[in-house]
């Protein structure tokens, strides 16, 4: 199992500790997933063997262990029976198992399941690290901005379902003005800063959300500009959430045209933290970053707003 990656890590400041985050019920299957695997694994079985005996398909069990698929109560007890699991065990693998069933805020949004982890994760995080090269992340997003974004997409939507997906953005972003919120470190492409989504004036009060929020203790934000060259980070955007006292304890998230994949093994966390690490050493620091956005929101704002 992967150790976690300390918040200091995200560059948080000296001293600054991460709180645990919300149970959310993604936290509560993943939990479940890992702590099933760990008994099958000390029990000898291969998950042939066990799709064997609950006379189901490996393919099921493969996706309740990778917290893919939640498993009902039965399966739960079926799985205590084969691993024999003691009393104690089962009623707390029961209940994680029913608490990962629980309705969660987001769950009436018309969002994939991928996009469904990532709010889950996010809001069970102590400390989330983000690389984002092409847009502002949605974390940071204004409505107006989250709108043009949208819109952009080319995907087609009524204007009630952009709405409810802006709203969905603007929830999500609740994480941050928690009294225990997560230690957020953002690394932006120059791009993501200068492309005119929504034009010249949602882009000028985008920066100047940034500028805003930046100012926060728990959140970290870096511009790798144009001139820092060729980088780690070029084939796409990736995040890392720490979740504290989770089995899977740290998450890597990498995004793509297809959806989002979640990796977290070892050898992941660590190849995605010492990246995230590569990309801090040669962003600009905290301040001429904040100097670089002001500057930048200066020059394309409308002549009127200047």
């Not at 190849?271 to 590569?278: I, L, V």
Request: with cysteine; proline share 5%; hydrophobic share 40%.
């Amino acid at each position: 199992m992967a150790s976690a990656i300390s918040s200091r890590a995200f560059g948080a400041p000296k001293g600054q500790l991460a709180m645990a985050g919300e149970r959310t019920p993604t936290l509560r299957r993943r939990e479940l997933a890992a702590r099933l695997r760990a008994l099958r694994r000390t029990s000898g079985l291969t998950i042939e063997e066990v799709a064997r005996e609950l006379a189901c398909s490996p393919t099921k069990i493969s996706r309740i262990e990778t917290g893919r698929r939640g498993a009902v109560l039965r399966d739960v007890r079926e799985l205590c029976r084969l691993y024999r699991v003691s009393p104690a065990e089962q009623d707390h693998l029961l209940t994680l198992a029913r608490e990962s069933k629980e309705r969660a805020w987001w769950q009436g949004y018309d969002i994939g399941a991928t996009y469904r982890t990532l709010i889950g994760l996010e809001s069970a995080a102590t400390a989330i690290a983000e690389y984002q090269p092409a847009v502002i992340p949605g974390l940071l997003q204004t409505p107006d901005y989250a709108r043009a974004l949208i819109r952009g997409t080319g995907e087609r939507r009524t204007e009630e379902e952009i709405e409810d997906q802006v709203t969905l953005r603007v929830t999500r972003q609740r994480i941050l003005d928690r009294s225990d919120p997560p230690y957020v470190s953002f690394i932006l492409d120059e791009a993501a800063i200068r492309r005119l989504i929504g034009g010249r004036s949602v882009l000028a009060n985008q920066l100047d959300a940034l500028l805003t929020i930046a100012g926060r203790s728990q959140i970290g934000l870096q511009v790798l500009d144009f001139e820092a060259g060729a980088h780690p980070a070029l084939r796409g955007p990736f995040g890392i959430v720490e979740i504290e006292e989770s089995p899977a304890s740290s998450i890597v998230f990498v995004e793509g045209h297809t959806g989002d994949i979640y990796l977290e093994g070892s050898a992941d966390l660590k190849r995605y933290q010492r990246m995230f690490d590569q990309l801090r050493s040669i962003a600009l620091s905290p301040k001429n970053s904040m100097d670089f956005i002001a500057a930048v929101r200066d020059e394309i704002r409308p002549p009127e707003h200047h």
